[in-house]
């Protein structure tokens, strides 16, 4: 019987630069860190593939709490990057990769070109399926004194200084800050990049305590997150695909197959989750799957790719 209803399943797999996943769902960067046992309950609850938290190249304690806050609509966060030291992230990522059954995405930061390049050469040696470049926090120093994602130029200086450092398959992922992100699209495209993720939080915002009249983030401002920032990613994601050829996860905002469908008909052709899993637990990846096929039978779609590009 089981058997049965697993072979009337639809197939909802999908590929990115040439790594197929058995469906669209991607566990955004950050939300539940880079630790072997968290990840890997992502993969076993049904993810497509998962995301480790921004690896950096020294230890950061991050910022005090509060770090998170909730709105209308998301949250607010300014964790700033806190992580173990590269040296200390790679056992951990070594244990990701032999435990995980599905592909896993190394999300790393650097605070300089040169040690994005040096940082990706030592990531490589573990073998992750893919390297996504966080080009795109607000709240890290670096050498130009901006986020390198907010110029077409520091983009592309990223992206060629991974990219000839390692042979693994590069993500690039893009910050919704910037009044163009075609040109941003287009310039890492044409810096080597293998795939582009979008977009990571929008901001900064503020939410103050009335009572006792500050901001409730220790770092004051953070970026925003949830369905508050869904329409924004999803015009990114429109016109990322309007511009570029190579793959686009969209990621902002989604919390239901709807949101899953709406994101692959502007172009993904897969979806990021984060604050979602805040509202539905884990099961939110299996659950999007779920609901994204019964989207596809009742309006008569047999593949996913019918969905890609869609409402172009
Ligand atoms: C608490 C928190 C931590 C995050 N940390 C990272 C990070 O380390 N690297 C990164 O690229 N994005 C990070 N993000 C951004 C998310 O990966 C995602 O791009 C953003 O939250 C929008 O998706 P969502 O609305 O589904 O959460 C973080 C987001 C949150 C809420």
């Not at 020294?58 to 700033?80: D, F, H, Q, S, T």
């Not at 592909?103 to 990531?123: D, H, N, Q």
């Amino acid at each position: 019987m089981k058997e049965n209803k697993l072979k009337k399943m639809k197939d909802i797999s999908t590929s990115l630069a040439g790594v197929k996943l058995r469906n669209p769902t991607i566990l955004a960067s950050g939300i539940l860190g880079i630790t072997t046992a968290s990840l890997i309950r992502i993969a076993n609850s049904g993810a497509g593939a998962i995301t480790t938290k921004s690896i950096g190249p020294v230890k950061r304690e991050g910022y005090v709490n509060p770090v998170i806050v909730e709105v209308p609509c998301g949250m607010l966060n300014a964790v700033g990057l806190a992580c173990p030291s590269l040296d200390d992230s790679l056992g951990g990522l070594k244990d990701t990769l032999r435990k995980a059954d599905v592909p896993v995405i190394a999300s790393l930061y650097g605070r300089t070109v040169k040690e994005f390049g040096e940082m990706a050469e030592k990531i490589s040696e573990v073998k992750p399926d893919f390297l996504e470049a966080n080009i795109s926090c607000p709240n890290i120093e670096n050498e130009f004194g901006k986020p390198f994602g907010t110029e077409p130029e520091t983009s592309a200086r990223v992206t060629e200084g991974i990219k000839n450092s390692t042979k693994l398959p590069l993500i690039v992922k893009l910050t919704p800050n910037v009044s163009d992100i075609k040109e941003i699209a287009k310039a890492v495209e044409s810096a080597g990049a293998d795939a582009i993720s979008a977009i990571n939080s929008y901001g900064p915002g503020m939410v103050i305590n009335i009572e006792t009249a500050i901001p409730v983030l220790s770092n004051k401002v953070g970026g925003l997150s949830g369905p508050a920032i869904k329409p924004i990613a999803v015009r990114c994601v429109y016109e990322i695909h309007e511009t570029v050829e190579i793959p686009i996860i969209g990621i902002g905002g989604i919390q239901t197959g709807r949101d899953a469908i709406e994101m692959l008909m502007a172009g993904a052709a897969a979806v990021g989750i984060g604050t979602g899993i805040m509202k539905r637990d884990i099961k939110i990846f299996s659950e999007i799957c779920e609901e994204i096929r019964n989207f596809m039978n009742s309006e008569g779609y047999s593949k996913l790719n019918e969905l890609i590009g869609k409402a172009h």
